[in-house]
C-alpha cells in the first residue's frame, strides 16, 4: 500500500522569507511524486511532479522541490514567499501501472505580509 | 483547452435522498477519478475510471457508486443520503500514464440536511 504524510497541518511565514512545506512517502517500487495546491472553494491545481532524473524539480509560479529517495520526502521549497501563495498545499503519489493516487492530509500555508 | 467541468457547483438534498453528479474531463483524457474532500478527512479517493472501467475503487460504503461513458463521462451517485455524506467531490482527469498530473474541475459542494 503506499501513503503519504505531511507532518504540518499549518505553516506560516513571513513575505518575502524562504517556505518549505514537507512531505514524505511510502510505495512499493518507483514513486511518482506530485504537488498541487488549492485555493478557497476552487479544485486542486497541479504544481510540480518528479518522476525521473534530477532530484531538484522546478515548477509553476516559483516552486520547487527536492526528492530525496533515501528519506523518502519531496518537500515543497520557494525561495521568497508571497502573500499569494497563502493556500492549502497537498503532497501525493503515484506507483505501479494502476494510477490510482494517494494525497497527503493537506498542510495550510499562511503568508503574512 | 476546456478544462474539467463538474456540475452542478453547488447541491442541498434531503437525508434519504440520492444524487447524481457530474464529470466533463479534458478532451482526451481517458481517465477520471473521483474524491471526496472534508474538513476532517482531508482528500480521500473514491473510484478511478479508465476507458470505461473501473480501474480502482476507494474505501466507501455500495452507497457510492459511479459509470463512465464512451466519450470519457463520468458520473458518480450517492444512494441513501447520510448527514455525512456532506462534502466538497472533487473530480480529476488525466492523460494515460502513471506519470501524468491529474486536471481538477472546481468539484460539487453536497450539503445533506
Known amino acids: 500500500a503506499q501513503s503519504v504524510a505531511q507532518p504540518e497541518d499549518q505553516v506560516n511565514v513571513a513575505e518575502g522569507n524562504p517556505l518549505t512545506v514537507k512531505c514524505t512517502y511510502s510505495v512499493s517500487g518507483n514513486p511518482y511524486l506530485f504537488w498541487y495546491v488549492q485555493y478557497p472553494n476552487r479544485g486542486l491545481q497541479f504544481l510540480l511532479k518528479y518522476i525521473t532524473g534530477d532530484n531538484l524539480v522546478k515548477g509553476s509560479y516559483g516552486f520547487e522541490a527536492e526528492f530525496n529517495k533515501s528519506q523518502t520526502s519531496f518537500h515543497l521549497k520557494k525561495p521568497s514567499a508571497l502573500v499569494s501563495d497563502s493556500a492549502l498545499y497537498f503532497c501525493a503519489v503515484r506507483a505501479g501501472s494502476a494510477g490510482k493516487s494517494t494525497f497527503g492530509d493537506g498542510t495550510t500555508l499562511t503568508v503574512k505580509p | 483547452k476546456a478544462g474539467v467541468t463538474q456540475t452542478p457547483r453547488y447541491l442541498i438534498k434531503t437525508r434519504g435522498q440520492q444524487v447524481t453528479l457530474s464529470c466533463s474531463p479534458i478532451?482526451?483524457?481517458?481517465?477520471v477519478s473521483w474524491y471526496q474532500q472534508t474538513p476532517g478527512q482531508g482528500l480521500q479517493f473514491l473510484f478511478e475510471?479508465?476507458?470505461?472501467?473501473?480501474?480502482n475503487k476507494g474505501n466507501f460504503p455500495g452507497r457510492f457508486s459511479g459509470r463512465q461513458f464512451s466519450n470519457s463521462r463520468s458520473e458518480m451517485n450517492v444512494s441513501t443520503l447520510e448527514l455525512g455524506d456532506s462534502a466538497l467531490y472533487l473530480c480529476?482527469?488525466?492523460?494515460?500514464?502513471?506519470?501524468?498530473?491529474?486536471?481538477f474541475g472546481q468539484g460539487t459542494r453536497l450539503t445533506v440536511v
Open positions: 478532451s482526451g483524457h481517458r481517465s
Open positions: 475510471y479508465f476507458s470505461e472501467t473501473q480501474r
Open positions: 480529476a482527469s488525466s492523460a494515460t500514464g502513471v506519470n501524468t498530473e491529474a486536471f
